[in-house]
């Protein structure tokens, strides 16, 4: 079993920013948000965010404008589909059936390329689609406590399967 984080480490690249701008090549509604973005991005970079910074500035933009995304499902696909590329060779080299990977990019998009790459356990952040709020924020130290929090639900199961 290996644990991987999923952006700059499997993926070359930021998923979530990734995301964005396949909307800013797509989408002219999304640029009033491209200041804000801008500044998440730079924030991010250089981990100028808390935790509770980051849910405040990732909250605002999601609930602002993915909500209101009518194909959302559809631009995940096609968004995999030109993006899938950027999975770095080597981890099909070290891939192994009960790999966890662990991502602050949200579920809405891990699902996808979880599915294709054949992975099982994974855990990211996770938002509901319908009001953009966060259910669980994969970031920073949050991402460590919920990564022991995801294994140690798995070895539950494990070992209730065993019983």
């Not at 589909?81 to 949200?106: A, C, L």
């Not at 990564?147 to 639900?153: G, R």
Request: aromatic residues 14%; proline residues 2%; hydrophobic residues 45%.
């Amino acid at each position: 079993m290996n644990v991987f984080d999923f952006d700059n480490t499997i993926y070359d690249g930021e998923t979530l920013i990734d995301f964005a701008m396949h909307y800013v090549r797509t989408d002219p509604k999304i640029w009033k948000y491209v200041p804000k973005l801008l500044i998440i991005c730079f924030k991010d970079a250089f981990h100028l965010f808390s935790v509770e910074e980051a849910i405040e500035a990732y909250a605002s933009f999601l609930e602002g404008y993915f909500i209101h995304i009518k194909t959302l499902d559809e631009d995940v696909i096609k968004f995999w589909n030109k993006n899938e590329k950027k999975i770095k060779p080597w981890y099909n080299e070290v891939r192994q059936d009960d790999d966890i990977i662990v991502s602050g990019s949200t579920d809405f998009l891990l699902d996808e390329i979880m599915k294709r790459m054949g992975i099982k356990n994974y855990v990211g952040s996770s938002i509901d689609k319908k009001t953009g709020k966060f259910k669980r924020l994969c970031f920073l130290e949050n991402k460590v406590k919920i990564l022991m929090n995801y294994i140690q639900t798995l070895i539950l199961i494990i070992f209730i399967q065993i019983q």
